[in-house]
C-alpha cells in the first residue's frame, strides 16, 4: 500500500504498530484498517466496498 506523503507525529505510528500487533495485522492492514474506521465513524465513507485492494497502482 502505498503511503501519502504527509508528517504524522511518531506517537501516532506507534499507536498503529501497537494496534497491528495487538490485533495480529500487519501495519498496512492496521493503517487501512485505522483510516477507513475514522472515515466512517465522520460520516465521509460509508464503508460498503468489499474490495480492500490498492487501486493507485
Known amino acids: 500500500m502505498a503511503r501519502p506523503s504527509v508528517e504524522i507525529p511518531y506517537h501516532i505510528i506507534g499507536g498503529v504498530k501497537d494496534y497491528a500487533e495487538k490485533h495480529d495485522l ?6 487501512a484498517k485505522l483510516l477507513r ?3 466512517v465513524a465522520d460520516g465521509i465513507f460509508n464503508g460498503d466496498i468489499s474490495d480492500d485492494s490498492d487501486t493507485t497502482d
Do not use: W
Open 26 to 31: 500487519s501495519r498496512d492492514e492496521a493503517h
Open 37 to 39: 474506521e475514522g472515515l
